[in-house]
């Protein structure tokens, strides 16, 4: 069975940074490009980064271009994003998701979310 | 990175069907094959009910169909259940490595 745990989410200041986690099971993580969505009631699902299985590809949507950061360590099963000069406009719900089209962002299994709040 | 367009909310009788449509451009929906649908209940995660815009994955009911048609996409349920009342979401591909998504779809099952 295909298991996703996000973690590492919680309130921080704007300017903070975070580190979320995404631990992995029930499939071969290292052939599969992963990505990071949050959704926030306001705007919807948003796609943030992808990581490709090997992480010679790495893409960002450009509001957090220079801010985030993915990484993997597909010895662990793990995707990361750290996540720096956090803003308000960031607060969301972050899911780790499996993009089994590797590259195409599909989406087919997901993580059951870790939500990160950015207030002062 | 502008997100699809999608009804905000829409409603349907058990046993009706209804059609969410999921408005694009030529840079996303009409250029690429890639288009998916996500249902999401109240504090649950997405999960993926339709991809490559009209195969259904293992276990998803055939009451759940998807179609394009130039920048549009179509998620069509037939025979409509209490349990299909949830969140509906289209996504593509939109080149250039990135993903869009719709805002989303409110479906009432009354």
């Known amino acids: 069975e295909v298991q996703m745990v996000e973690s590492g989410g919680g309130l921080v200041k704007p300017g903070g940074s975070l580190r979320l986690s995404c631990a992995t099971s029930?499939?071969?993580?290292?052939?599969?490009?992963m990505s990071w969505v949050r959704q926030d009631p306001e705007k919807g699902l948003e796609w943030v980064s992808s990581i490709s299985s090997s992480d010679s590809y790495i893409y960002y949507r450009d509001s957090v271009k220079g801010r985030f950061t993915i990484s993997r360590d597909n010895a662990k099963n793990s995707l990361y994003l750290q996540m720096d000069s956090l803003r308000a406009e960031d607060t969301a719900v972050y899911y780790c998701a499996r993009d089994f089209r590797n590259g195409y962002y599909v989406f087919d299994y997901w993580g059951q979310g870790t939500l990160v709040t950015v207030s002062s | 990175q502008s997100a699809l367009t999608q009804p905000r909310s829409m409603s349907g009788s058990p046993g009706q069907s209804v059609t969410i449509s999921c408005t694009g451009t030529?840079?996303?929906?009409?250029?690429?094959?890639?288009v998916s649908w996500h249902q999401q209940h109240p504090g649950k995660a997405p999960k993926l009910i339709i991809y490559?815009?009209?195969k259904r994955p293992s276990g998803v009911p055939d009451r759940f169909s998807g179609s394009k048609s130039g920048n549009t996409a179509s998620l069509t349920i037939s025979g409509l259940q209490a349990e299909d009342e949830a969140d509906y979401y289209c996504?593509?591909?939109?080149?250039?490595?990135?993903?869009?998504f719709g805002g989303g779809t409110k479906l009432t099952v009354l």
């Open positions: 029930g499939f071969s993580f290292s052939s599969y490009s």
């Open positions: 996504c593509s591909y939109a080149g250039r490595y990135t993903a869009v």
């Open positions: 490559d815009v009209s």
């Open positions: 030529s840079s996303d929906i009409g250029s690429y094959k890639y």
